[in-house]
């Protein structure tokens, strides 16, 4: 058996997604490995859990600074979790997101941006999935819908999160996508931006190879 390992948006909303597993935040991400049929080299679809590790997601935010909308983007999401297409509810693992990589458009704007989520010091926000409320399994060509249920550190201060999530797989079944989205309450992160709405909007999406 091949084991697969993931390395799964102010408020933040974070969307996921996997060709096979799909975990997920205004913008989607999808992230996986293309093969020709009858090339492809399967990493599980048995019981045994899988790991996967995929540096190619990206979230995307949307926040307002003095009524002016702040669009941004973050590349850089990692996810690196263990799941098992046959036995999803046992899904664990951690998503991060790369803060050094904000961008908003604007240099200077993403230097304050940056300032005020505290990057220096902790330059990922890290979402630790705790438990995957989703139906068991996953099959080619299908979509599941449910929730994450897990924590979201920010500027070295963990919350509990609860997120609504999308998986799909590929028809072909080489990947899941998972995107997801949720908000951040900016003051249960000891963070405070002059002029900024109290929370922000983040989606998060990724893809889960689940073949090469």
């Known amino acids: 058996m091949n ?6 948006r102010p408020t933040l909303r974070f969307r996921l997604t996997h060709p096979r597993l799909w975990l997920a935040a205004g913008a989607v991400v999808v992230l996986g490995a293309a093969a020709g049929i009858g090339t492809l080299s399967y990493l599980g679809r048995g019981p045994a859990p899988i790991e996967v590790t995929n540096t190619s997601g990206a979230a995307t935010f949307n926040f307002r600074v003095t009524g002016i909308p702040v669009p941004g983007k973050i590349e850089g999401v990692t996810p690196h979790l263990t799941f098992s297409p046959s ?4 899904a664990r693992g951690t998503v991060t997101l790369g803060l050094s990589h904000l961008n908003t458009g604007i240099a200077l704007r993403d230097m304050h941006a940056r300032e005020f989520l505290g990057v220096e010091k902790h ?7 705790q438990k995957l409320n989703v139906a068991q399994k996953i099959g080619p060509g299908q979509t599941l819908r449910g929730t994450a249920d897990g924590t979201l ?12 999530i999308t ?3 590929a028809a ?4 899941i996508d998972v995107s997801t989205g949720f908000d951040v309450t900016f003051a249960r992160h000891h963070i405070s931006i002059p002029g900024a709405d109290p ?4 989606k998060v999406m990724f893809r889960l190879p689940l073949s090469q």
């Not at 036995?87 to 046992?90: R, T």
């Open 167 to 169: 998986l799909t797989e």
């Open 199 to 202: 929370r922000t909007d983040v």
């Open 3 to 8: 084991t697969h390992t993931l390395n799964s």
């Open 172 to 175: 072909d079944g080489s990947v």
């Open 87 to 90: 036995n999803l509810s046992a």
């Open 153 to 164: 550190n920010l500027n070295g201060v963990a919350v509990p999160l609860h997120s609504p």
């Open 123 to 129: 330059p990922v926000a890290t979402f630790k999935l």
